[in-house]
């Protein structure tokens, strides 16, 4: 059973730091490519940041390129994001998933496993 377990959000200040964590169980993590997605209320879910299989490649969106950083330990079977100087309109729930590289690379929202772990909610206000 595919299951994803997200952590790490919390309340955070503008300019500060937060680093989330996804757990992924299942599957071989190492043999897809990551995804974290986000939600807001009110609005769409959107694509964050992709990381190849091996981790060589990433891939963001424009709104948090020079900010957000994703990476992997396949051997912990985790996916990290490293968010950094993070704004107020950085606030929603983060989810995590695997999707098809090509998918990443084009900013679309189709993903591997229809199931989604419970997410983990960024708040970032002073």
């Known amino acids: 059973q595919v299951q994803f377990v997200e952590s790490g959000g919390g309340l955070v200040q503008p300019g500060g730091s937060l680093r989330l964590s996804c757990v992924a169980s299942?599957?071989?993590?190492?043999?897809?490519?990551m995804s974290w997605y986000r939600q807001a209320p009110g609005k769409e879910r959107e694509l964050v940041a992709g990381i190849s299989g091996a981790g060589s490649n990433t891939r963001y969106a424009d709104s948090v390129k020079g900010r957000f950083t994703i990476s992997r330990d396949n051997a912990k079977n985790t996916v990290y994001l490293q968010m950094s100087s993070p704004k107020p309109e950085d606030t929603a729930v983060y989810y995590c998933n695997a999707a098809y590289w090509k998918i990443i690379m084009g900013g679309r929202l189709e993903t591997i496993f229809g199931s989604w772990g419970q997410g983990t909610l960024v708040i970032v206000s002073s």
């Open positions: 299942g599957f071989s993590l190492s043999s897809y490519a």
